[in-house]
């Protein structure tokens, strides 16, 4: 019997918050699809399909109370990103919100870029806790007053008012990409950013936004000719110059801005052999990553493919040093999986703050963590259930064949409509976001 | 890459990555799979992750004649309730270029953006 490991022997998980709709019908825009802490992890943002942000911000904790972490309230919402149609090429473009990620916080202000499959924008997130008053011309309500009633002069003063955040767009960095953004990564030196799309990457200033240099471009003169798209991209945590991109084919290239302007050429390649004797027609389909991570120290980097999560040392190309299995059952359900398109679904994975501890979704609303130091996994669901406020998450268990226990769910009974893509650890804290379709899970370790 | 899973393995183990000997006389897992998948269409290429898949998923949302076209499948699939048929094989279902579109046929603009149901 497994403990509910994830961040030691002794973590529990307990249920915390749940946000969003109770009922089954999920209007298409309501679909989660990014959720991203901030780098202090007070700020918790979601992108939707319907092109919003919504921004939750971690109360204080209380003085009362303090073994409990303060909860996440809605901070800001706005709309983001709107449908548009790209008549030149009779193109629709879709108000998706792909990607989020935060800046670091440089001033009062927190700032966020956000992408759809074509415009990536930066967003500001201010408050407002005091206004001016005691104007001369103008009544408190606006109002103009006339100039011939004013007998005395007073300084304007700020008063304190109801706290308002207010979320404008700074910039807005449009026409970079023919092919579909999949992923942005603020870069260390907090100057640049890249955008990645299937076949290419591009790198901006955050300032200027009628520019950006292509970095990297794998489309070949004849399209006919293409066997690989870009999937995932990241800057390097803290080497400015490193970034790497992994690719449908299984592929991760590491690349040093360095060396030329264009980094077509790789400075290394990540790739697990395979032996040839077991390839089939869904050797490749599941070998495609949908998602690259640093950890934190940047000595590693973790891939999702359809069945595994692969930690890879920076320092040898020709495997990974750990692999996990998430759900490896799935392994003799492909064909369905291919009819029903869920082979081609997109998981996410995450780190936690100490790199000691992966985390990565399932069907089923189940998600998985595996512990690196303890060697131990778990698998968890985010249900309405078990959504007592602090009640402790039972491991959950999926049984592959032989007789199913009590408890056990058996292969064919998940739903694979239930998909948990995207999920976020806060960076220091035992705290996790999980996302259902339309549903934010918040969840923590038991203190 | 591949993993063998007999039916007996425990589940929910952490795997190190060592690579399993192949077993000559047991069919891996995936090649059963294949298998069924080639016997339900037959007519399916060898190359799946080849060059046709990635321009279906390059090319994705691409599929109108002109905004007009893309206006009349719009209120088509709007009046007809279909899921959203977009997939990275089957190229989307929408159907286009059987209808002349008039201002009548058109659907209405998209009402006010409704706040995030996570912000409620």
Redesign the interface.
């Known amino acids: 019997v497994?403990g509910a490991g994830g961040g030691g022997n002794d973590v529990q998980w307990c249920f915390s918050q749940v946000?969003?709709?109770i009922d089954d019908d999920v209007a298409?825009?309501?679909i989660?699809s990014t959720v991203e802490f901030n780098h202090s992890g007070e700020l918790l943002a979601?992108g939707?399909k319907?092109?919003?942000v919504?921004i939750f911000q971690q109360e204080l904790e209380s003085k009362n109370q303090p073994q409990c972490r303060g909860e996440y309230n809605?901070y800001s919402?706005f709309?983001s990103h709107?449908?548009e149609?790209d008549?030149l090429?009779?193109?629709?473009?879709?108000e998706k919100i792909n990607k989020i990620r935060w800046l670091p916080q440089k001033n009062a202000a927190q700032f966020l870029l956000s992408t759809n499959?074509k415009t990536i924008k930066l967003w500001k997130i201010s408050e407002r806790d005091k206004r001016p008053e005691g104007y001369n011309l103008k009544e408190e309500d606006g109002r103009y007053r006339d100039p011939t009633t004013v007998t005395t002069l007073r300084v304007p003063v700020f008063q304190p008012m109801d706290l308002m955040v207010e979320a404008s767009p700074r910039r807005v960095f449009a026409n970079a990409h023919t092919?579909?953004i999949n992923s942005i990564s603020v870069n260390s030196d907090c100057e640049t950013y890249l955008s990645a799309d299937?076949?290419r990457i591009n790198l901006w200033n955050l300032e200027i936004t009628d520019r950006s240099f292509n970095i990297v471009d794998i489309k070949p003169v004849n399209?006919?000719?293409?066997?690989?798209?870009i999937t995932a991209a990241e800057f390097h945590p803290n080497q400015c110059n490193t970034f790497v991109y992994s690719s449908?084919?299984?592929t991760i290239r590491l690349c040093d801005m360095r060396a030329s302007a264009l980094c077509d050429q790789h400075s290394k390649l990540f790739e697990?052999p395979?032996?040839p004797?077991?390839r089939?027609?869904?050797?490749?389909?599941i070998?495609?990553i949908s998602d690259v991570k640093f950890s934190h120290s940047g000595r590693y980097m973790m891939t999702r493919d359809y069945l595994s999560v692969?930690i890879w040392d920076l320092n040898m190309e020709s495997?990974?040093?750990?692999?996990?299995?998430v759900h490896?059952?799935l392994?003799?359900?492909?064909?369905s999986l291919?009819?029903n398109?869920c082979i081609?679904d997109k998981f996410e994975c995450c780190w936690n703050g100490n790199d000691s501890v992966v985390m990565t979704g399932s069907y089923n609303n189940f998600f998985r963590m595996?512990d690196r130091g303890y060697?131990?996994?778990?698998?968890l669901e985010a249900s309405r259930e078990s959504s007592k406020p602090r009640s402790v998450l039972k491991p959950r268990?999926?049984?592959?064949?032989?007789k199913r226990k009590k408890d056990e769910i058996s292969v064919d009974s998940l739903d694979f409509n239930k998909k948990i893509l995207h999920t976020a650890w806060h960076p220091q804290d035992n705290i996790i976001a999980v996302a259902t379709t339309?549903n934010?899970y918040i969840f923590q370790d038991k203190l | 890459m591949s993993e063998e899973i007999e039916g007996t393995k425990t589940t929910e183990e952490t795997v190190v990555n060592d690579q399993n000997e192949m077993d000559d006389k047991v069919t891996s897992p995936e090649k059963v799979e294949e298998a069924k998948l080639k016997a339900r269409y037959p007519n399916l290429g060898h190359k799946p992750g080849g060059s046709d898949l990635l321009r279906k998923r390059l090319t994705k949302g691409q599929k109108y004649f002109d905004s007009g076209d893309y206006n009349m499948a719009k209120a088509k699939v709007k009046n007809k309730q279909l899921p959203a048929a977009a997939s990275e094989k089957s190229g989307g279902g929408e159907i286009t270029g059987d209808h002349i579109p008039t201002p009548q046929d058109l659907p209405q603009r998209k009402p006010s953006l409704v706040a995030s149901k996570l912000a409620g």
Do not use: W
């Open positions: 497994l946000k969003g709709a298409e825009a309501d989660i979601t939707d319907g092109g919003r919504v809605v919402t709309q709107e449908p149609f008549y090429k009779s193109l629709e473009i879709e499959d092919y579909h299937d076949l399209m006919e000719e293409l066997t690989e798209v449908s084919k299984g697990e395979e032996d004797s077991n089939s027609f869904f050797s490749e389909i070998s495609s692969k495997r990974p040093v750990e692999t996990y299995q490896e059952y392994r003799s359900k492909l064909c291919y009819e398109d081609f595996f060697r131990q996994d778990v698998t268990k999926v049984c592959t064949g032989g339309n934010l």
